[in-house]
């Protein structure tokens, strides 16, 4: 589990294709290591990634087909960066919110303008995404736990000031970039309990009929 408080931006120093997957090498710059150990996990732009080799400037990891699948691994190149964040511990301060690092879809940058110091950024969601993004709720962005200022439909908007500009990557950001997308745990899990003894049914879907049955639409 992370929080979506980045602690470092690394760099992607090695993309090998290995028996269909790939393995990687990240340089990890600031972050601390010394409490790393084979096995942990490192949120690598919002992935939860297992430390397979500890090289002294970085870590090793092996990345799924599953894992290219669903986040932007698949289009990363070698001198990219990379949000980072250790797993966090029972004393770590929860400063942003609970973090899994298990991406649910990729998103996209539709636009960016400035507003005065801060940056606004307009993102696109894949549809079947959207009903989890609440104005004002949370969202993980490459690993970035940012708050929603608007939703329209499946695009919503993020208002970034300067620090989390300069201590992500969210500054190289421009149109069409596309980014690792994580909704709020607790929106996932309250649309499954809502769903009660249909969760187990194959169309287990939240519909407007659904919620009118059982109370929740008058």
């Known amino acids: 589990m992370f929080t979506g408080i980045i602690e470092a931006v690394g760099e992607v120093i090695e993309l090998t294709p290995n028996n269909g997957d790939i393995s990687l090498r990240i340089r990890t710059g600031k972050l601390d290591l010394a409490d790393v150990a084979l096995g942990d996990s490192i949120a690598t732009n919002g992935v939860c990634l297992t430390v397979v080799d500890l ?16 986040t932007t691994i698949g289009h990363w190149r070698t001198g990219q960066s990379v949000n980072l964040e250790k797993a966090l511990t029972p004393t ?7 973090v899994s690092g298990h991406v649910d879809g990729v998103g996209e940058v539709v636009s960016r303008a400035s507003d005065a110091r801060s940056e606004r950024f307009r993102l696109r969601a894949p549809d079947a995404l959207a009903r989890y993004i609440a104005h004002k709720g949370s969202i993980t962005v490459d690993g ?16 970034i ?11 190289r950001y421009g149109t069409g970039s596309k980014v690792n997308l994580e909704v709020d745990v607790l929106a996932r899990y309250l649309e499954r309990l809502l769903q009660g003894d249909k969760a187990a049914a194959t169309d287990g879907d939240i519909t407007l009929e659904f919620l009118t049955e059982n109370g929740f639409n008058r």
């Open 55 to 70: 090289p002294g400037d970085g870590f090793r990891a092996d990345v799924s087909r599953e894992s290219l699948a669903l």
């Open 92 to 98: 770590t301060r929860l400063g942003g919110h609970i």
């Open 144 to 159: 970035t736990s940012l708050t929603v200022n608007k939703v329209e439909g499946a695009e919503f908007e993020l208002n």
């Open 161 to 171: 000031v300067p620090h989390t500009l300069a201590e992500t990557v969210m500054g």
